[in-house]
């Protein structure tokens, strides 16, 4: 059995792993560590591929918490587990229970986990533009606070997503980006006539800062130019359609 393949954040202070698509049981357009309860794909082969990626960080499946993800700033407090699958409609969740882990999935949003040591506390929050827009990634901070973390103390890492290269966008999200604020066009590269290039992990990093988070980190990869290890909803699009997987992004309490 191959294992799943997972990227590590060396200063994160708690068992995490941003999940690639590969060491999974899933086929075809799915292969094969598909971790989307929502798609299309055999549902058992889905549930043993969360098994394996719970497995990977020594937690139970049955501890492995998700969300229906709309691109929101709803945060959710974990106390206790909730059937796979059911999920409420939110996308970023905080926790400070022990045994508990949480999962994001993604296919070119950007997954950002969070810990504070100290305290005991862990978030995952799904950074697309839009949330990261809205403001996600600060509710996240604000409601881990709530469970008595400390931004001073709080390490957030960006995990894999789609790069400036990749991500060509329009005048929607360029007047978004630009409506939450002047800095936001630092991240918006020109490109062809009314299109720019939109650099999301760097325009999550400074709204971790604009968070109080300074301890941030992010892993160089871009998920729309690298197939062999990536699930990618642009790259997907480019190519005219069809079903899509997603990977999985976890923290461990």
């Known amino acids: 059995m191959t ?30 560590l598909n971790c989307s ?5 055999d549902p058992a082969a889905v549930r043993e591929n969360r098994a394996r990626a ?3 960080l020594g937690t139970d499946a049955d501890n492995l918490v998700g969300l229906t993800q709309v691109h929101g700033i709803e945060v959710v407090v974990v ?23 949480l999962g994001i999935v993604t296919a070119d949003c950007a997954p950002v986990l969070f810990a504070d040591a100290s305290a005991g506390v862990i978030g995952a929050a799904h950074a697309g533009w839009r949330g990261a827009v809205a403001g996600v990634l600060e509710a ?9 973390a400390d931004p001073a103390r709080i390490i957030a890492a960006i ?25 936001g066009e630092a991240f918006l590269r020109p490109g062809r ?32 130019a690298e197939p062999d290890r990536f699930f990618s909803h642009r ?5 005219g359609g069809g079903p899509i997987g997603h990977q999985i992004s976890i923290v461990a309490g």
């Open 140 to 148: 996240t901070v604000v409601a881990m606070i709530g469970l008595g």
């Open 193 to 224: 006539q009314g299109h720019w290039q939109f650099d999301l992990p760097g325009y999550c990093a400074a709204r971790l800062a604009h968070a109080g988070i300074s301890a941030w980190r992010a892993v160089a990869a871009d998920t729309c």
């Open 37 to 41: 309860l929502s798609s299309a794909d």
């Open 79 to 101: 106390e206790d587990p909730w059937p796979a699958g059911s999920g409420p409609r939110a996308d970023a969740l905080v926790c400070r229970t022990r045994g508990l882990a």
């Open 3 to 32: 294992d799943p393949i997972r990227l590590t954040c060396p200063d994160l202070p708690a068992p995490h792993g941003f999940f690639t698509r590969q060491g999974g049981v899933s086929l075809g357009p799915y292969a094969s």
């Open 235 to 239: 790259r997907r699009t480019l190519a």
């Open 159 to 183: 995990g894999p997503c789609i790069g400036q290269d990749s991500y060509e966008v329009g005048t929607d999200l360029h007047a978004a980006v630009l409506a939450a604020g002047a800095e």
């Open 54 to 56: 719970s497995r990977a």
